[in-house]
């Protein structure tokens, strides 16, 4: 099984920028698509960055160039880089991991079997 942990969360202001860290252990990460997810009070989980095994990235269109994500494989990690941050991006940030097909090909093409435990990202005006 894989353990996923976050970090990198906290508060900016609008404009600002924050880098979320999850790092990964318990099987190979370079087999695994990850993937960020993020969920608002009184809202739904949503899709917001994937990369998979061959660094193919996906991106919500919230993103709108905002957001990178990327992965070290060295170090098991991967990273969602969010410039231009703005209040609506205030959520609890996921990170997750997947490796068995069947997924939507929008998130990464896989089902996402493990979760972190979230990261609190606020955004103020």
């Known amino acids: 099984q894989v353990h996923l942990v976050e970090s990198g969360g906290g508060m900016v202001q609008a404009g600002g920028s924050l880098r979320l860290s999850c790092t990964a252990s318990?099987?190979?990460?370079?087999?695994?698509?990850m993937g960020w997810f993020r969920q608002a009070p009184g809202k739904d989980r949503e899709f917001v960055a994937a990369?998979?095994?061959?660094?193919?990235?996906y991106y919500a269109d919230f993103v709108q160039g905002r957001f990178t994500i990327s992965r070290d494989d060295a170090e098991n990690t991967a990273y969602l880089q969010m410039n231009g941050l703005k209040p609506e991006d205030t959520a609890v940030y996921y990170c997750?991991?997947?490796?068995?097909?069947?997924?939507?090909?929008?998130?990464?093409?896989?089902?996402?079997?493990?979760w972190g435990q979230g990261t609190q990202v606020t955004v103020s005006s």
């Open positions: 997750a991991a997947g490796d068995k097909g069947g997924g939507s090909y929008r998130y990464g093409g896989v089902e996402y079997d493990y």
């Open positions: 990369i998979n095994w061959n660094d193919f990235t």
């Open positions: 318990g099987r190979t990460f370079s087999s695994y698509t």
